[in-house]
């Protein structure tokens, strides 16, 4: 066995001449990376250009696919040439998302980059160490396989932990090894706290399930977001919309690449976003500048609340009253009424005493009139004290947004402050006061696909595509996240807090899953306790994430480049799938395998009798026939979508082949909450969240200060914020270009630069103020960062793996923002918080 503590060097230069020849691609692939990132720090010199005169592509072969650089699965076809290595990655000009950005583009770096994970490894010394061997794939699976059954025996299958990023296979892996802890991944540190808020306010889902209107809008508000962070499709519909003449204000404490454009950007100060809302709702009410008609109509807003905070239902006045019939103040006939009474017009205002069943008598007003009292503590002259921003602009932007029936995009990634369930509750409020909601231009549910699930419950049992159905002791357990955060969708923090603790039950063994741990999650020194007391850490992945140090067994999987995947289309408004049509096989020396292949392999080897409940059996173990599997899979999953839409299994294979997508629905306005209730408690929007009264949360979302830090008080003292880019991700850091093009620096205002004697260029040391945490960074002095505040890339640097060698240590440059964050996860909710504060030293 050959100890593995570096990788091959002798690609190095070979990834240079790659990088080289394949910058013509990017030049015509994306007009983005010219406009933002090649002009930065001498990219193409002349005697680079020189070279890559002489770098002919010769003749391609192309295929449709699906880009997995983030979650957003834009559509792109890829060009390989005779050889079949990848050449290029242009957009599918009609995909419904359509976009390619940096990342998208980095594949063609990735798949043959020198520090890639070539074969199976097995640790060879002390965790953290970073020392392997290379060992073949019969024996790595056979190893990782006994040691969780070992586990599993001792422990119980919930023992076993699944942590992931955007990989499907884990459930239907899950449930057959019987953990509930399947399912675990990145959200808490991404869209866990917004996910939460669409749930409360909208009865809606994850980001997918809810979007702008973008090229139809008329008036777009990003607040501390930007669609140049993910989805290039919705950056595209950004674009156009303003193409056609609308406007867009960017809210947020850095300029973030859209704000580069004909953009308005409003520098705020951080965690005060929900005065800022408050603030613009208290102006679009006292100006009467809301939709009355959507609002009496649509929302809970002229519901009766009691003094206990509950709503008032004909069960508190009636003998025999339906508990379900919501009471509002009628203006007509000056007295109570259930609110779907026909001719009824509700008081929004309305304040007063009410008799109940009983005879006792309470006070009640609507939830119109507290959202009111509520916002007019935020009045633009108190919420300029508190973010910083004039009131003039406060009052102007809330009055051009009402005017414009303006849309303001319900986030992504939100994991900043630990107060954006409420910030993105009050973005949704919002658009319902405007009465934008599910219209052309406004804040729209998406179209469903219906496509079906691998894997599902139903009745006590798991079901699959494949027509089989099974108990599994899954079922018997709730998540280990659950437990503590009943509204997450996923917070890994709780799997940390089983480990170190044995509570609920021990957690002994983690898979860890196409992600990042080290640049995903918050309090690093927590992290690597835990990491320390696990019996066994198994890592798949393809480039050497710092999470690698720590695992006892590597195994290598495949970049997206070389899948063939079928999926719904998300981050558009309209119903359509997607397929890749081809693939691109690993470079040689490359023994990668499909995630779904090893999770089958491994359950072989455990319980070959669950395996073969789906008809996976020995003969998939020659990975050469396992293409056989996954075309059952995708076969049936053809099946079940044409029947979900009457149609044919071979008319939808033909049109995805021929296209890479099949458009199913187009987007079909004013549906819900018009025509469709919605899958909140009243059926409609609630201003008012109904939800979290049974948690003893306060209905009305609010400002407070950010619970994350400790706030900067010192003159040399600051917000640290993070945030993502169109070249940001966890993979496409290693990417050779990223040496050049990346910017891992720290942005400082240029008044708090003079004031510190800090230059551009120069070297300063960052102390976080609540971990004493220490790292060094070259700063960037730059107007497009609010003073009092630094700013960072996450993902982008500060790594610290061994197995980082080479002339790709510039990975190691700058810093990792989550290292300066204490670790703060919101009740309930269990959103993280990764922005800080930090004391600034020049060096």
């Not at 929302?299 to 009471?327: C, M, Q, R, S, V």
């Not at 919605?678 to 400002?703: F, M, Q, W």
Request: aromatic share 10%; with cysteine.
């Amino acid at each position: 066995m050959k100890e593995v503590s570096n990788f091959n060097k002798d690609l190095v230069d070979k990834s240079r001449r790659d990088f080289i020849k394949t910058s013509i691609a990017i030049g015509v692939t994306t007009s983005l990376i010219g406009s933002i990132v090649l002009s930065r720090e001498r990219l193409f010199e002349k005697s680079v250009q020189k070279e890559i005169m002489l770098q002919p592509f010769g003749k391609a072969k192309e295929f449709y696919g699906i880009c997995g650089a983030c979650g957003a699965g834009c559509g792109i076809k890829i060009g390989v040439d005779e050889s079949g290595r990848p050449i290029y990655i242009t957009a599918n000009p009609n995909h419904p998302q359509r976009g390619i950005c940096g990342r998208g583009v980095a594949g063609l770096w990735l798949w043959n980059h020198p520090l890639r994970i070539k074969k199976p490894m097995k640790r060879a010394g002390s965790r953290g160490e970073g020392r392997f061997v290379e060992i073949d794939w019969s024996q790595a699976l056979d190893e990782v396989a006994s040691k969780l059954k070992e586990i599993i025996s001792r422990y119980g299958a919930r023992s076993v932990v699944i942590t992931r990023h955007d990989i499907r296979w884990n459930p239907l892996f899950g449930y057959l090894l019987g953990t509930p802890n399947f399912d675990i991944g990145h959200e808490s540190t991404c869209h866990d706290a917004g996910t939460a808020a669409r749930k409360w306010v909208l009865g809606a889902g994850g980001p997918p399930t809810v979007d702008p209107d973008y090229e139809n809008a008329r008036y777009l508000l990003f607040i501390g977001r930007t669609p140049a962070t993910a989805s290039m499709g919705a950056l595209n519909r950004t674009m156009k919309s303003r193409e056609l003449g609308s406007k867009i204000v960017v809210v947020d404490p850095r300029m973030p690449e859209i704000a580069y454009a004909n953009v308005e950007w409003i520098p705020i100060i951080p965690g005060t976003d929900a005065a800022f809302l408050l603030s613009m709702i208290h102006v679009i009410i006292s100006e009467k500048l809301y939709d009355e008609f959507f609002v009496k109509n649509y929302t809970n807003a002229p519901f009766l609340i009691k003094p206990d905070k509950k709503l008032l239902t004909e069960a508190d006045i009636k003998d025999g009253g339906d508990p379900n019939a919501y009471i509002v103040y009628d203006k007509n006939t000056g007295s109570l009424k259930k609110y779907n009474e026909k001719g009824v017009d509700p008081d929004l205002m309305y304040s007063g005493e009410i008799v109940l069943k009983d005879g006792s008598k309470i006070q009640v007003k609507t939830a119109f009139l507290l959202l009111a009292e509520r916002a007019s503590k935020y009045a633009p002259s108190e919420a300029e004290k508190i973010t910083g921003i004039s009131a003039e602009t406060i009052t102007r932007i809330a009055r051009e947004f009402a005017l414009a029936k303006g849309v303001a995009d319900d986030t992504w990634y939100a994991a900043k402050n630990g107060v954006e369930t409420d910030v993105v509750s009050l973005i949704l409020i919002l658009n319902a006061l405007v009465g934008n909601i599910d219209k052309r231009g406004g804040l729209c549910f998406a179209e469903s696909p219906k496509f079906p699930e691998v894997c599902w419950v139903q009745e006590g049992y798991v079901y699959t595509i494949l027509g089989t159905k099974f108990d599994s002791e899954a079922l018997k357990e709730k998540r280990i996240d659950k437990v503590y955060y009943p509204e997450t969708v996923s917070t890994f923090d709780a799997v940390l807090d089983a480990i170190l603790t044995e509570k609920p039950y021990p957690v002994k063994a983690l898979i860890v899953l196409g992600t990042s741990i080290f640049t995903r999650d918050v309090n690093i020194e927590k992290i690597k306790k835990a990491l320390e007391k696990l019996d066994l850490i198994v890592f798949m992945d393809f480039m050497p994430q710092d999470i690698i140090d720590y695992a006892d067994y590597v195994l290598p999987t495949r970049i997206y480049l070389e899948k063939e995947e079928l999926k719904a289309v998300t981050w558009t408004l309209h119903a359509a799938v997607e397929m890749s049509t081809g693939h691109v096989e690993p470079p040689p020396g490359v023994d990668a395998r499909d995630e779904l292949w090893i999770f089958m392999e491994i359950l072989r080897r455990i319980y070959p009798d669950r395996a073969a409940l789906i008809g996976y059996t020995e003969e998939y173990a020659d990975y050469t026939r396992f293409h056989e599997f996954e075309e059952m899979i995708k076969d049936k999953l053809i099946e079940a979508l044409a029947k979900n839409w009457n149609m044919s299994p071979d008319d939808i294979k033909r049109e995805l082949m021929n296209k890479g997508f099949i458009m199913l629905k187009r987007k079909s306005y004013e549906t819900r909450p018009y025509k469709t209730p919605l899958a909140t408690p009243s059926g409609r929007v609630e201003i008012y969240r109904l939800s979290v009264l049974k948690y003893n949360l306060d209905p009305l979302p609010d400002y407070y200060p950010p619970p994350a830090y400790t706030l900067p008080k010192a003159s040399n003292e600051f917000y640290l914020v993070n945030g993502k880019g169109p070249l940001v991700s966890a993979h496409v850091a290693f990417a050779y270009p990223m040496r050049y093009v990346a910017d891992r620096s720290v942005w400082m205002n240029p008044e708090d630069a003079e004031r510190l004697g800090v230059r551009d260029g120069d070297l300063i040391e960052l102390e976080g103020i609540d971990t004493g945490y220490k790292a060094v960074a070259r700063v960037k002095v730059t107007n497009k960062v609010r003073k009092g505040v630094l700013f960072t890339y996450s993902y982008m640097g500060g790594r610290f793996s061994k197995l980082i060698t080479g002339s790709y240590g510039f990975v190691r440059e700058g810093v990792n923002p989550n290292m300066f964050a204490k670790g703060y996860i919101s009740p309930i909710v269990g959103a993280a918080a990764t922005n800080s504060s930090v004391r600034v030293r020049k060096l």
